[in-house]
Structures are given as C-alpha cells and as structure tokens.
C-alpha cells in the first residue's frame, strides 16, 4: 500500500466505522492466510477455505480501494 494511501486510511480510521471494519477485516484474513500458508500440506477442504479467505480478503480490498478513492477526490477539491 502506498504512503498516500496508509496515511489517508490513518486519518479516517477513527471516524470511519466502514473503513474501521474493512481494515479489521482485512488484517483478519491475511493473519487467517499467513496461517494457512505456513503448511505443508492442504486437505481439499482446507484448500476450499484458504480460497474463500482470499476471495474475501479480496473483496474487502476492493472496498478500502473504493473507500480511498472518495477520500482523494474529497482531497483533490478542498
């Protein structure tokens, strides 16, 4: 992620309950990966998981991305 970006998230964080939430979720998932990348091994079902996880880990980051965007144009005008 970008200085821009990490410092634009920093400032709203605190009055941005959706934001507050994707950025929790996010930081979830990728600890929820790092844990299923640690293995040797992956059932099939496990496997299933470990997509899930990334497909809404995904998802979430396509949100913030969103998040950020309306933040830089409410930047770019005032």
């Known amino acids: 992620m970008e200085k821009r970006d ?6 709203h964080l ?3 309950p959706e934001l507050k939430q994707c950025m929790e979720k996010h930081e979830e998932y ?6 299923w ?9 496990e496997e299933i998981e470990r997509k899930k996880i990334q497909k809404l880990k995904l998802a979430g980051r396509d949100r913030i ?3 950020l ?3 830089r144009s409410q930047g770019s005008r005032g």
């Open 14 to 16: 605190a009055s941005d």
């Open 30 to 35: 990728e600890r929820k990966l790092e844990e």
């Open 65 to 67: 991305e969103t998040l």
């Open 37 to 45: 990348n640690r293995r040797v091994y992956l059932s099939p079902e």
């Open 6 to 11: 990490q410092e634009i998230i920093e400032r």
């Open 69 to 71: 965007a309306k933040y």
